[in-house]
């Protein structure tokens, strides 16, 4: 499992971003800095399209929260 960590789309965008993470079946958390998800593999793709869908950009990959499955 990876685990991205996203900044917050605009605020206006955000509950419609949440629900759309649901509807792909992404697992997220909301942080104050950020939302953070994790992916499953083969899910990479879809995170990247609501990204762009939403105005949300990945800031990056967490090496610290990568877990084995």
């Given at each position: 499992?990876?685990?991205?960590?996203v900044e917050p789309p605009p605020h206006q965008e955000r509950m419609?971003?949440?629900d759309a993470l649901e509807k792909?079946?992404?697992?997220?958390a909301r942080e104050p800095?950020?939302?953070?998800?994790y992916l499953r593999e083969g899910?990479?793709?879809a995170l990247e399209?609501?990204?762009r869908r939403f105005?949300?950009?990945?800031a990056g990959e967490d090496p610290a929260?990568?877990?084995?499955i």
């Open positions: 499992m990876s685990t991205f960590i419609h971003f949440m792909a079946g992404l697992d997220y800095d950020g939302y953070y998800i899910q990479q793709a399209e609501i990204c105005h949300a950009a990945i929260m990568l877990m084995d």
